[in-house]
T-cell receptor
């Protein structure tokens, strides 16, 4: 089963609004990463938050991590049409000798101009 | 750096034919990953290499799939013989270490007819 599950599966908002996507996971992790994928393109790494961090910012992106609830959220403020994409969370957990990173199914975000 | 480079971008082949996908990782990245993306199964890790050595190939679907990394700047994923259910987008990604952010290539869209 998926380690990370994004919620909602799809989100449609007006330009200028904020978009919030959530990710829940099942086991302990070393870090959690968010990626964006535009249609027909590869994934682009957005932000990485370590298990001992609670919040991180990058431009219009804000990521929170609650390890007690095993959940994370990605907030995109003042959304733009160019933010239309699929967003994936990926959880990294340490196995015997390396960190295994598993991607969730993604949230499809549509920003309407 | 030009990023992770994959070729070809699109491949259409007939069932039973051999297919070879190619990847050039970012120079200096010690880890290389092959992923497959489908609507039904999302992003699946097929195999990853560390310093050109295959470390975890547990995601390779079956013996028809093989991957090599003869040097630090080149990797191939081969499917022989190909089947229609192999149709997917195949991504190569590289990273500095397993728990860090990945840089993805643009992918190869494979269609087996």
């Amino acid at each position: 089963s998926q380690q990370g599950e994004e919620d909602p599966q799809a989100l449609s908002i007006q330009e200028g609004e904020n978009a919030t996507m959530n990710c829940s996971y099942k086991t302990s992790i070393n870090n959690l990463q968010w990626y964006r994928q535009n249609s027909g393109r590869g994934l682009v790494h957005l932000i990485l938050i370590r298990s001992n961090e609670r919040e991180k910012h990058s431009g219009r992106l804000r990521v929170t991590l609650d390890t007690s609830k095993k959940s994370s959220s990605l907030l995109i403020t003042a959304s733009r049409a160019a933010d239309t994409a699929s967003y994936f969370c990926a959880t990294a957990r340490t196995l015997t000798s390396y960190d295994k990173v598993i991607f969730g199914p993604g949230t499809s975000l549509s920003v309407i101009p | 750096d030009a990023g992770v480079i994959q070729s070809p971008r699109h491949e259409v082949t007939e069932m039973g034919q051999e297919v070879t996908l190619r990847c050039k990782p970012i120079s200096g990245h010690d880890y290389l990953f092959w992923y497959r993306q489908t609507m039904m199964r999302g992003l699946e890790l097929l195999i990853y290499f560390n310093n050109n050595v295959p470390i975890d190939d547990s995601g390779m679907p079956e013996d028809r799939f093989s991957a090599k990394m003869p040097n630090a700047s080149f990797s191939t994923l081969k499917i022989q013989p190909s089947e229609p259910r192999d149709s997917a987008v195949y991504f190569c990604a590289s990273s500095l270490w397993t728990g860090s952010g990945y840089t993805f290539g643009s992918g190869t869209r494979l269609t087996v007819v």
